[in-house]
């Protein structure tokens, strides 16, 4: 079975800084992996998907990479801003598309 | 662009009651997804539907059924509701054909179970 861990859970920078978000997945026989953001009760922003035989992907100061052989994608964000603040969730798909989902990295970026 | 679409966006129920969750998909996307987010939760997948055909179920309880109908809109029917029934709903759709899954998710369905 699938599973998806994100670490840390909680990350707490100041403005400018660059920061990295971790994703791991037992399973590495995955379709495509995506990161989305979710402000608070709100729904959930594709930022970046990545497929199988992909290394990574590139848009603005987002960065992600995949490693699927070690089950592993790190997050990238260049200068972070206030406006960065918000969960970040990785999710991986299988050959029927459905996405399982890790439980999130809320990242607070202060002024 | 067009935009996947949820209604209604927050839905009140009591116990034991019913609720029909609707879900519009962007156009000329031919698969819809439905996941439940608990409070605090990450979402958990429900039941996929390619071509108005169920391709994939998930944790989805027995009271709960959903459709895809002619026009690629999509129902999520919850009977018996219960308390853990309170969560976001959400609704996803891609294009199969495109060989990418790109998921892109509606703003959700609050559901509130009292």
């Known amino acids: 079975k699938q599973e998806v861990t994100q670490i840390p859970a909680a990350l707490s920078v100041p403005e400018g800084e660059n920061l990295v978000l971790n994703c791991s997945f037992t399973?590495?026989?995955?379709?495509?992996l995506q990161w989305f953001r979710q402000d608070p009760g709100k729904g959930l922003t594709s930022l970046l998907l990545i497929q199988s035989s992909q290394r990574e992907q590139t848009s603005g100061r987002l960065n992600a990479s995949l490693d699927k052989s070690s089950g592993r994608s790190t997050l990238y964000i260049a200068a972070s801003q206030p406006g960065d603040s918000a969960t970040y969730l990785c999710a991986v798909s299988g050959n029927t598309g459905k996405l399982i989902f890790g439980q999130g990295t809320t990242l607070q970026v202060k002024p | 662009a067009a935009g996947v679409i949820q209604s209604p966006r927050h839905l009140i129920k009591e116990k034991r009651e019913t609720a029909t969750l609707k879900c519009y998909p962007i156009p000329r996307h031919d698969t819809v997804y439905w996941y439940q987010q608990g409070p605090g939760q990450d979402p958990q997948f429900l039941i996929s539907?390619?071509?108005?055909?169920?391709?994939d179920k998930g944790s989805i309880p027995d009271r709960f059924s959903a459709q895809q109908f002619s026009d690629y809109h999509s129902e999520l029917n919850m009977s018996s509701l219960e308390l853990g029934d309170s969560a976001l709903y959400f609704c996803?759709?891609?294009?199969?054909?495109?060989?990418?899954?790109?998921?892109?998710f509606g703003p959700g369905t609050r559901l509130t179970v009292l």
């Open positions: 996803a759709s891609s294009l199969v054909t495109t060989w990418t899954y790109t998921q892109y």
């Open positions: 539907f390619y071509e108005k055909m169920q391709s």
């Open positions: 399973d590495s026989a995955i379709y495509n």
